[in-house]
């Protein structure tokens, strides 16, 4: 068994403020027979976190942050012997998390396989208040509660496991498409924002073996970046004067047969109904928080095309074993998942790093333990 030194006082970084995240020195906390202590190695900024660190949308703050983490093990509560899905696990694992649903509600006693949409249910790195410190993944230590989904990730790189979160709610996503399109090798999909979700999306459909996706964005390095993991054309908003012309021209003058809208804005869910063929089908999943308002027309973007569609809201635990394989598969591919981490910022950094992040100008942005 590994033997880890745990210091007495650690550091984590804490939304106390709009723009404002400040490093906070604290006692590591001890541990119960039911919880598990772990070395935080790293964590990808979701843009969920952005929009807290914006403007406080839920109301969390002060909150600690990360929920895309990943760590080691230094120490296990005796009553945890096993991951989700009856992994043994033990001190020097390294380990993501899912959701920590409530246990007993409707959907967690009747529906444990749909966990995800327990209304009592917490997310690690989501959950407010000054006594939630060390539940969230921007910090060097995370202490995770009962109750909580971990998966045991040991034989997966850190680059890899960081990306395991978005990975999950890549794979939901598809796996809700599923519901209502049969992808074929030879189907035209179509994926609007090529942020890293839209691109991770991108490469899961290219590994089942579909050869016709089209990327739609404004940003040309994200568009180059999907070219890059597999898309076989792409459209750039900004450089079109039409982009619903040029994905007629690019599919036979009928449009996308299934359409994945992956960004969070408004003007865009409503301009990604023009980009659906009659009879096709459309899968949202860029609204993870609310912002604002977006509009369609019933009689041509939905009856007169009978176009099918379909929400899909973060994930199941299913999924999470899922992501693990897609992104193995996409290395085996030789597809270069991990690229899409462009930026590294350690924890006195993390303000540095969400406005990075506001910018645009990179793409998957990660803070990463130094002391690892």
Same mark, same amino acid.
């Given at each position: 068994?590994?033997?880890?030194k745990i210091?007495?006082?650690a550091k984590?970084?804490?939304?106390?403020?709009?723009?404002?995240?400040?490093?906070?020195?604290?006692?590591?906390?001890?541990?119960?027979?039911?919880?598990?202590?772990?070395h935080?190695?790293?964590?990808?900024?979701?843009?969920?976190?952005?929009?807290?660190?914006?403007?406080?949308?839920?109301?969390f703050?002060?909150?600690?942050?990360?929920?895309?983490?990943?760590?080691?093990?230094?120490?296990?509560?005796?009553?945890?012997?096993?991951?989700?899905?009856?992994?043994?696990?033990?001190?020097?694992?390294?380990?993501?998390?899912?959701?920590?649903?409530?246990?007993?509600?409707?959907t967690?006693?009747?529906?444990?396989?749909?966990?995800?949409?327990c209304?009592?249910?917490?997310?690690?790195g989501? *959950?407010?208040?000054?006594?939630?410190?060390?539940?969230?993944?921007?910090?060097e230590?995370?202490?995770?509660?009962?109750?909580?989904?971990?998966?045991?990730?040991?034989?997966?790189?850190?680059?890899?496991?960081?990306?395991?979160?978005?990975?999950?709610?890549?794979?939901?996503?598809?796996?809700?498409a599923?519901?209502?399109?049969?992808?074929?090798h030879?189907?035209?999909?179509l994926?609007?924002?090529?942020?890293?979700?839209?691109l991770?999306?991108?490469?899961?459909?290219?590994?089942?073996?579909?050869?016709n996706?089209?990327?739609?964005?404004?940003d040309?390095?994200?568009?180059d970046?999907?070219?890059?993991?597999?898309?076989?054309?792409?459209?750039?908003?900004?450089?079109?004067?039409?982009?619903?012309a040029?994905?007629?021209?690019?599919?036979?003058?009928?449009?996308?047969?299934m359409?994945?809208?992956?960004?969070?804005?408004?003007?865009?869910?409503?301009?990604?109904?023009?980009?659906?063929?009659?009879?096709?089908?459309?899968?949202?999943?860029?609204?993870?928080?609310?912002?604002g308002?977006?509009?369609?027309?019933?009689?041509?973007?939905?009856?007169?095309?009978?176009?099918?569609?379909?929400?899909?809201?973060?994930?199941?635990?299913c999924?999470?074993?899922?992501?693990?394989e897609?992104?193995?598969?996409?290395?085996?591919?030789?597809?270069?998942?991990?690229?899409? *981490?462009?930026?590294r910022?350690?924890?006195?950094?993390?303000?540095e790093?969400?406005?990075?992040?506001?910018?645009?100008?990179?793409?998957?942005?990660?803070?990463?333990?130094?002391n *690892?």
């Amino acid at each position: 068994m590994n033997d880890f030194k745990i210091p007495k006082i650690a550091k984590i970084s804490a939304l106390t403020g709009v723009r404002n995240m400040e490093v906070k020195e604290l006692p590591v906390p001890e541990i119960n027979d039911d919880e598990i202590l772990v070395h935080v190695e790293g964590c990808g900024i979701c843009g969920t976190d952005v929009h807290e660190f914006k403007g406080d949308p839920f109301g969390f703050i002060p909150v600690q942050l990360g929920h895309e983490g990943t760590g080691i093990i230094v120490k296990l509560g005796k009553n945890v012997t096993k991951d989700y899905y009856g992994k043994p696990l033990a001190v020097g694992d390294k380990i993501v998390t899912g959701l920590r649903p409530c246990g007993k509600c409707d959907t967690c006693t009747k529906h444990p396989e749909k966990i995800h949409l327990c209304e009592g249910g917490e997310i690690f790195g989501l *959950i407010p208040g000054e006594s939630a410190y060390f539940n969230g993944w921007f910090g060097e230590y995370i202490k995770i509660n009962p109750g909580g989904v971990v998966f045991n990730v040991s034989d997966m790189d850190l680059d890899l496991r960081i990306l395991i979160e978005p990975a999950a709610v890549i794979v939901h996503a598809v796996e809700k498409a599923k519901e209502i399109f049969n992808f074929k090798h030879d189907s035209c999909v179509l994926v609007q924002g090529c942020g890293p979700i839209g691109l991770l999306l991108l490469t899961l459909v290219r590994t089942m073996g579909v050869r016709n996706i089209i990327a739609v964005d404004t940003d040309q390095k994200r568009l180059d970046i999907a070219k890059k993991l597999g898309a076989s054309a792409i459209v750039n908003v900004t450089k079109t004067q039409d982009p619903v012309a040029d994905v007629k021209v690019l599919t036979n003058g009928l449009g996308a047969e299934m359409a994945f809208q992956c960004t969070g804005s408004p003007k865009a869910a409503s301009m990604v109904w023009n980009y659906v063929r009659r009879g096709g089908a459309l899968c949202e999943l860029g609204f993870f928080v609310n912002n604002g308002d977006a509009t369609y027309n019933p009689h041509l973007d939905i009856c007169n095309k009978e176009i099918k569609v379909v929400g899909s809201w973060t994930y199941q635990a299913c999924d999470w074993i899922q992501a693990c394989e897609f992104l193995k598969e996409a290395q085996l591919r030789g597809i270069p998942v991990e690229e899409l *981490i462009s930026h590294r910022y350690g924890l006195e950094e993390m303000n540095e790093a969400m406005e990075m992040n506001i910018s645009m100008q990179g793409c998957k942005i990660i803070y990463q333990n130094k002391n *690892i």
